[in-house]
């Protein structure tokens, strides 16, 4: 098996099992939803208005709660020193860690939303819309996120600083995110426009996190 | 093959570790590095293993694979063991088995060769201080590189585990591999030894 293909399994397998981040965002991101309606009242036109933005929020925060894992487990227990040493570029290294996270954690919240869109009042329609603008943006929080953790990986306690240095990145991905369900909904832009934008800003987020990240990495470890 | 450093100067946080340091080891040799705490042997061994950037000097490998850099022929043993307590032994070793890449061994044959052949399959969460060392050496073993860069090598492990551990070392030097070891205990083999200053 080659290098890349061992990390993602094995950090894919870390998250699956007790213990691992995988189902606690799930559970954090039904919980902010269920929390809404409450909050909001009864009022089914607003929810309606406010759903789009109401499911990328709690998707953004659940990516956030697990994303400050992703390299300071690996630095705590000495296995990040024998990555940086490894054969493997430390690039793809982290790409691989960024896509093994995205799959434990980011695809469960895709998963769970036509679940979460019934609580909100979102007709079939506007749940695949988010769904969709999710899985495409979904990755951009990952791998911009990535880049957060790898500064923090040396601060103890990094989790609050890693939000602090991540949000910011990921305002244009919430503003298209949601303007392009908000577009499939209710218009009147087109769902195009602003999706295409989202696709754009995750693809950048590809190729420019691992590398941010490795760089971090390079220079933070001591 | 030859492992050596020329005139290197570490600085950590701001303060001199050690400066102007020689250092060399030649295949089947062992080059023990000796000192008070705080005197810079783990700085020397992460400087090796590329680690630690050296404020100046450097650190070159002769006779080695031309395509690799030293990290990358390098096992580096440190005071982690970077194994995950959610995975069992036999998934941890794998793991660095594959991602390590290069000549591997027989994963059970290592388990056993390190005494932990009865517990595959335990998770490493119960594991001890000292099965957890052996199950860092097993990596050594499963995976051939020729330098070895060992922090603290034989703590937490039992006699049993220290005569072991010797001979893993012995055979190591017998194929022609190089060991830089920083230790406070004797390694039960003839070895070079390196002596650190006692800090600024």
Redesign the interface.
Known sequence: ???L???IL?DI??AL????GALIGVLFFLTVTVLMPFAIGPDLALLTRLGPAILWLGALLASLLTLDRLFTADH????L????????PLELACAAKALAHWLAAGVPLIVATPALGLLLNLDATATAAVALTLLVGTPALTFTGMIGAALAVTLHRGGLLLAVLVLPLSIPVLIFGVAASQAAITGPLSFGTPFSILCALSLVSLVVGPFAAAASLRHG?? | MRLSGRHIDCI?GGRDVFSGLDFEASSGEVLAVLGPNGSGKTSLL?LI????VPAGGSVGLEGGEAE?TL??Q?H?L??????????SVH?NL???R?????AAGDLSQCLSAVGLGHATHLPAAYLSAGQRRRLSIARLLVVRRPVWLLDEPTSALDTAGQDLFTGVMRDHLASGGIIIAATHTPLGIGARELRMGGGK
């Open positions: 098996m080659s290098a293909a061992a990390l094995r397998k870390i099992r007790v213990g691992g705590e227990d000495g296995s020193d024998l990555i940086v040493m490894g054969r493997a470890l001591d | 950590r992460r293993a590329g680690l630690l690799l990290p990358e390098s580096y440190g005071h982690r063991d970077a194994l995950k307590p959610a995975l998934e794998a793991f660095w594959d991602f390590l890449g290069g």
